[in-house]
């Protein structure tokens, strides 16, 4: 058996990782991935990096659960409008092809 560099490499646990890749960002930035539908808000009461570790779980309850409260959904045309007009800065994280956001 060979080993590769790749197996001696730690893993490292998701909630690091996640939250290494999260980052702010302008939403004039997000502006072409909202266009093509795959910005997702987070509500500010949630912590943005658990929503992202659940979708990366695939736990669909409690996705459905929040987006059922309105705490995770697509990004609204309102909210986008408000978001450039006042050239807002977001917190994301990307988690394909979904990029979440939550203004603070």
Same mark, same amino acid.
């Given at each position: 058996?060979?080993?590769?560099?790749?197996? *001696?490499?730690?893993?490292?646990?998701?909630?690091?990782?996640?939250?290494?890749?999260? $980052?702010?960002?302008?939403?004039?930035?997000?502006?072409?991935?909202?266009?093509?539908?795959?910005?997702? $808000?987070?509500?500010?009461?949630?912590?943005?990096?658990?929503?992202?570790?659940?979708?990366? %779980?695939?736990?669909?309850?409690?996705?459905?659960?929040?987006?059922?409260?309105?705490?995770?959904?697509?990004? %609204?045309?309102?909210?986008?409008?408000?978001?450039? *007009?006042? *050239?807002?800065?977001?917190?994301?994280?990307?988690?394909?092809?979904?990029?979440?956001?939550?203004?603070?």
């Amino acid at each position: 058996m060979t080993s590769t560099q790749d197996d *001696n490499k730690p893993q490292v646990p998701l909630a690091t990782k996640l939250n290494l890749e999260t $980052a702010q960002i302008s939403w004039k930035e997000l502006e072409p991935h909202f266009a093509g539908g795959n910005v997702i $808000a987070v509500d500010k009461g949630l912590d943005l990096l658990l929503v992202a570790e659940q979708i990366v %779980a695939d736990n669909t309850d409690i996705i459905k659960q929040w987006m059922s409260e309105g705490k995770v959904a697509q990004v %609204a045309d309102d909210q986008a409008l408000s978001w450039s *007009n006042d *050239n807002a800065l977001l917190w994301a994280v990307v988690i394909k092809p979904w990029i979440l956001v939550q203004q603070r």
